[in-house]
Every structure is written in structure tokens, then in C-alpha cells.
């Protein structure tokens, strides 16, 4: 008959406990008011949120969504509420409320030649990557780790 340590069971040592993340009574709120937030804005979010990405000309993240909103709010005497500051689905619901002063900001000549010039940019340093990349692939492909011959250092 085996015997085995007080509270252990077959195991020699003690499993770990698995705890799920519990949720607070704020993250509740606040989940239900964005929620209703989405409700109540209903299709335009999604109108948005496509003329954004059309825009940009790429997926925007919460982080260019938040600077630009920074920018909006300077131009414009408007407050961006904390649960857009946190949440992607709050902001874009945000952006929907504000609309009529938002799109004008967008269409501006000046702000377009921004977006531009940001977008040659990123399409630079994207180029730059893909490049270093390439010549990273061509050191590779010339020295072999798994090949010995390659790796003596032959006078």
C-alpha cells in the first residue's frame, strides 16, 4: 500500500491552482456602456470606421486613432471621455458622435498632405525592412551554421 503526503495525492508535488481573471464591477459597467454606446450609434461606427481605414490606407490602430483624436481635440473644443481613451470600440463610437467636426478636419487640403507625407514615410521604412531582411536571408544562404567547412576560419 502506498502512502503518500498529506494533501498530495500520487503527484510529488502540489498542482497549482488555476484562477480565471475575475471581472470588477467597473469593467462591467463599462463593458455595458460601450455596449450601448454601439447601440445607440448603430451603423455609423461601421461607416466610419471603413472611411478611416480608407483613408489612412491601412488598418488604424487605437494608437493612431487616439493621436488624431489628440489633434481634433486641439483644433476643436471637444473632450475625449475615458472609456475612448481605453477602448477601441468607445473611440470609434466617439468618432462617430463627433462626425460633423471630424470630417471636415479630415478633408482639408493641409491635413490630407500630412497623411500623405506620413504614408511615404511608413512606405520607406517598410522598403528600408524588406531590404535588411533580404540581405539578412543572402548572409544566410552564404555561411551555413550546420556546414563546418564554412565556419573554419581557412587561410
Known amino acids: 500500500m502506498l502512502i503518500y503526503p498529506q494533501n498530495y495525492g500520487p503527484y510529488p508535488y502540489q498542482m497549482p491552482k488555476m484562477y ?11 463593458y455595458l456602456r460601450v455596449q450601448q454606446r454601439v447601440m445607440l450609434n448603430g451603423h455609423k461606427i461601421y461607416i466610419v470606421s471603413n472611411f478611416i ?13 487616439t493621436s488624431l483624436a489628440k489633434i481634433i481635440m486641439s483644433k476643436h473644443k471637444i473632450k ?3 472609456l475612448a481613451r481605453r477602448n477601441r470600440q468607445a473611440l470609434l463610437c466617439w468618432y ?6 471630424i470630417c471636415p478636419v479630415l478633408k482639408q487640403k493641409d ?3 500630412k497623411v ?6 511608413n512606405m520607406k521604412i517598410q522598403k528600408e525592412k524588406k531590404e535588411e531582411e533580404q540581405t539578412e536571408q543572402k548572409i544566410e544562404e552564404i555561411v551555413d551554421p550546420s556546414d563546418l567547412v564554412s565556419l573554419l576560419n581557412s587561410h
Open 80 to 82: 475625449l471621455d475615458r
Open 53 to 65: 481605414d480608407r483613408y489612412f490606407g491601412t488598418h488604424v490602430t487605437i494608437a493612431i486613432l
Open 116 to 121: 500623405k507625407l506620413i504614408n511615404e514615410e
Open 111 to 113: 491635413f490630407i498632405d
Open 20 to 30: 480565471t481573471k475575475r471581472t470588477t464591477p467597473q469593467s462591467e459597467r463599462d
Open 96 to 101: 462617430a458622435e463627433n462626425w460633423d467636426i
